[in-house]
């Protein structure tokens, strides 16, 4: 039987091709969508180089008349992984698939979690900090920002001469390293 995952992306799409590249050898599993919120993103371009149908959406055809999440459903995915997406997730997502949605996250939740961190705003805060360690959070997605169960946690170091740059690629490699594993042994439980 093949099992089908759905990525929503809002940006690069650097880890939406991590996940591609990784499943191309296994035809069981299936990238069958990738949705996108915004329609400057180059992960769009990635989906037509790789044949994979991709679905740009609005705010309201994702939050207030449910559009989307009727097409999720008729989709019937067995996982939805959101991969450097920005957009909270409405209830009704998670209760119409509970335990079917993974979130990746650019630190260690629960530090710099929760509203406006993403991305670099998150590598910026934890160079301000002075923290000396950071890392990467993959989780279940429940009703709170950046709050479900955590499936895997991985930490690198911070360099006092880090950029958020040089600390985003480094969280990148992270990235790379582990979700695509982390989606490969949640679909082979
Ligand atoms: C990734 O670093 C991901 O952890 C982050 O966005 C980046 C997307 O990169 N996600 C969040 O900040 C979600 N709160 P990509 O588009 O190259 O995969």
């Known amino acids: 039987m093949i099992q089908k995952i759905v990525i929503f992306a809002s940006g690069n799409g650097s880890n939406a091709q991590r996940i591609i590249d990784f499943f191309k050898p296994q035809p069981k599993v299936q990238i069958v969508a990738i949705f996108c919120n915004n329609p400057e993103a180059y992960v769009i371009k990635r989906a037509k180089l790789e044949n994979i149908p991709c679905r740009i959406f609005s705010r309201t055809e994702f939050n207030d008349n449910q559009i989307v999440l009727q097409e999720i459903k008729t989709l019937n995915p067995d996982l939805i992984v959101l991969a450097g997406f920005l957009w909270l997730i409405p209830k009704s997502f998670i209760s119409e698939f509970p335990k079917q949605i993974i979130n990746l996250h650019p630190a260690l939740l629960p530090k710099y979690g929760g509203k406006g961190m993403y991305g670099s705003n998150v590598h910026k805060s ?64």
Do not use: F, W
Request: charged share 30%; net charge negative.
């Open 126 to 189: 934890v160079i301000e900090n002075h923290e000396t360690e950071t890392g990467i959070t993959i989780h279940y997605v429940n009703e709170d920002y950046d709050k479900g169960n955590i499936l895997l946690q991985a930490k690198c170091k911070v360099n006092k001469e880090d950029t958020i740059e040089t600390l985003s690629s480094r969280i990148h490699e992270l990235e790379y390293e582990h979700l695509p594993k982390v989606i490969d042994k949640i679909l082979s439980a």
